[in-house]
């Protein structure tokens, strides 16, 4: 794992290929999530601290453990999943949340941290955070999805999300809306609203690596005029 600039970020876009993730008429959570994707690429990939990478390319499939090999074999430093939320019962469920690494992992402290910066950022933009601050820890018992609030910190040998699971390196999955929800698409599946995800986790991945997030590439050096 690289310590120092640039560092290497893993972009997941959930879903892919055949899996087109959860749905809300013609709109699929997996275009959501690489429109969310590409954006975030273009803010990391201009900024010299750090060099972006996608765990897999735009409206191809991929198996979580290859998604997770790519991220370990480009070094990262931190993965970020994302995902949109659904609620098949209501459509009044809305709002955002980030899953961590749960405790008891290596990477557990660190991947709160970033999760930390992302939820106050998703905050300041005045999304509703789910539960107490938007960070909770997911486990799966066999097929059960096991949600709590990240105040609960025991330790469990339940198996989290497996891309969190799997990669070695800090990393959060985030739910960056309901698309279930008409306010939460309006406000956050949109291109624009894209854009508003990905400035609040560029700014948040800066507060975590510490790096000013106005940094330009430096200029190529001009030619230099030969006079004859
Ligand atoms: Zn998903």
Redesign the pocket.
Known sequence: MQQTPPYTVALDA??GGFDT??GCGNLH?VDI?EKTVDKLFTLLENNPSFCPVKTRENGEGCSISDRAKKAGEEKASLLLSI??NYDPSTSQSHGFECFPLPPGRTWSDKSMEIAHWIAEGMGNEGHRLRGNNGIRFAYYSGKRKIIVDAEDNKERTLKSFGILEQVACPAVLVEQCFISNANDRKNWTTEEGCQKAANVYYTAICQYFRVDPQAKPEPSSPLIQENW
Request: net charge negative; hydrophobic share 25%.
């Open positions: 959930g879903h993730g959860a959570e999530c995902h949109m």
